[in-house]
């Protein structure tokens, strides 16, 4: 159950860094918040915001070199989320929901047929962040893996192909 106390800016930047963010190094050399094999990093995010003090309602794509988001659609899309999201109704309570997709092909090069796998593996570790980060600033946090594929990545700007949803964690104000 989430409050309905919007977030705040300051706490979702502090989410975004912890559970993706560049942490050490630039350019080539740049590791972020959650492992990745062979430094590849297939996972990005896309935090639709709902309730977040001084953020515009819409989705974003989290660019993480410039820690900034950058607007992918304006507007209130709690019902879209939620009517997506298999009619879960916390998911348009909350403040936040982080969507997790994977660059599909990223990988493949070095890891074949083991890289989407290695991409699942790389979604869970930063939905486990997402989790950390989240009760480190006393928020909380639910993963969910149960919505429609193809809207979402729509709603998202994802073709489905290169680049999918994979995994949504839902952030906000505990009730």
Same mark, same amino acid.
């Given at each position: 159950?989430y409050?309905?106390?919007? #977030?705040?800016?300051d706490e979702?930047?502090?989410?975004?860094y912890?559970? /993706?963010?560049?942490t050490s190094?630039?350019? =080539?050399?740049?590791?972020?918040?959650?492992p990745?094999?062979g430094?590849?990093? &297939?996972i990005?995010?896309? &935090?639709?915001?709902?309730?977040? %003090?001084?953020?515009? &309602?819409?989705?974003?794509?989290?660019?993480?070199?410039e820690? /900034?988001? %950058? %607007?992918?659609? /304006?507007?209130?899309?709690?019902?879209?989320?939620?009517?997506?999201g298999?009619?879960?109704?916390?998911?348009?309570? =909350?403040?936040?929901?982080?969507f997790?997709s994977?660059?599909?092909?990223? #990988?493949? &090069?070095?890891?074949?047929?083991?890289s989407y796998?290695?991409?699942?593996?790389?979604?869970?570790?930063?939905? %486990?962040? /997402?989790?950390?980060?989240?009760s480190?600033?006393?928020?909380?946090? =639910?993963?969910?893996?149960?919505?429609?594929d193809?809207?979402?990545?729509?709603?998202?700007?994802l073709d489905?192909?290169?680049?999918?949803?994979?995994?949504?964690?839902a952030?906000?104000?505990?009730?």
């Amino acid at each position: 159950d989430y409050a309905r106390t919007p #977030m705040t800016a300051d706490e979702l930047s502090r989410v975004l860094y912890l559970t /993706a963010g560049i942490t050490s190094g630039l350019h =080539c050399s740049a590791r972020r918040a959650a492992p990745s094999s062979g430094a590849l990093y &297939p996972i990005e995010l896309y &935090p639709v915001v709902h309730s977040v %003090e001084g953020v515009s &309602p819409g989705a974003y794509h989290y660019a993480y070199r410039e820690h /900034a988001l %950058e %607007e992918v659609r /304006a507007g209130d899309l709690r019902r879209l989320v939620v009517d997506q999201g298999i009619s879960q109704s916390f998911l348009g309570e =909350c403040g936040v929901v982080l969507f997790v997709s994977m660059i599909l092909q990223r #990988m493949r &090069p070095k890891y074949q047929d083991r890289s989407y796998r290695y991409g699942l593996l790389e979604a869970g570790h930063v939905g %486990e962040n /997402a989790y950390l980060a989240a009760s480190a600033l006393g928020l909380g946090a =639910c993963g969910v893996g149960a919505f429609m594929d193809d809207a979402i990545n729509e709603m998202l700007g994802l073709d489905g192909v290169e680049e999918a949803a994979v995994y949504l964690v839902a952030l906000g104000h505990r009730a």
